[in-house]
């Protein structure tokens, strides 16, 4: 069974652009979370979608976005980049809810000049 | 809030067991994980416990959990030099439904 796969693995942008990450989780899992992994702030929840919907939220500026498809499909979008928004972005995939085991993603670099 | 506690750094011999220690703050945490991260990579997940569990072994992974205390271990047998990494503790939080993620213990195994 193919792991969950994060696209692109690498990302350079500028202040003020905006970006989008897509995750696609592992067959048949449902519930998809988002963490940002910075060496100062460590992995920091950002939410979680489970069918389509927001089931929770972390506390992130409304500058970070995501949604969920129909085929569990994830993207996270974050509109006019800071350079604070440098870091790893993470997507772990579970069956149902976020409790559980989750299993994450190579994640995304994202790099802001 | 909740918090995870774990310390920075470890450092062990091949061939040696290797313990990892970390305390967490929620008392309804139902799960608690063990992930590792190697440079450059993703979490991989080791292992994990039930709250209602003491003890649970895996391989050359055990884990140890003292619910009264909130502390939880993982001690690995056998380190060897591909277990070089960073090893997550990280609890559910039942209040807050996410995962609550310690700094991180550096293992660095040394011949």
């Known amino acids: 069974k193919a792991g969950v796969t994060q696209t692109p693995r690498y990302l350079i942008k500028t202040r003020g652009q905006q970006v989008t990450l897509s995750c696609s989780p592992i067959s048949g899992h449902r519930s998809v979370s988002w963490y940002q992994q910075t060496p100062g702030q460590g992995l920091q929840f950002l939410f979680e979608y489970f069918s389509e919907t927001q089931r929770n939220k972390g506390n992130f500026p409304g500058r970070f976005s995501g949604r969920q498809f129909s085929n569990s499909r994830s993207e996270m979008n974050v509109s006019t980049l800071e350079l604070g928004d440098s870091a790893l972005y993470l997507c772990?995939?579970?069956?149902?809810?976020?409790?559980?085991?989750?299993?994450f993603g190579p994640g995304t670099r994202l790099t802001v000049t | 809030g909740e918090d995870v506690e774990q310390s920075l750094f470890l450092s062990v011999r091949e061939g040696d067991s290797s313990v990892i220690n970390c305390t967490y703050t929620d008392s309804s945490s139902t799960y608690l994980y063990w992930y590792k991260q190697e440079p450059g990579a993703g979490l991989q997940l080791l292992t994990y416990i039930f709250s209602n569990m003491d003890m649970k072994q895996d391989q050359r992974l055990t884990v140890l959990l003292n619910k009264k205390d909130k502390h939880l271990s993982l001690r690995i047998a056998d380190t060897q030099t591909g277990d070089s990494a960073i090893y997550f503790c990280?609890?559910?939080?039942?209040?807050?439904?996410?995962?609550?993620f310690g700094a991180g213990t550096r293992l660095a195994v040394h011949p």
């Open positions: 990280a609890a559910f939080s039942g209040g807050y439904n996410k995962l609550i």
């Open positions: 772990a995939s579970s069956l149902r809810t976020a409790e559980g085991e989750q299993y």
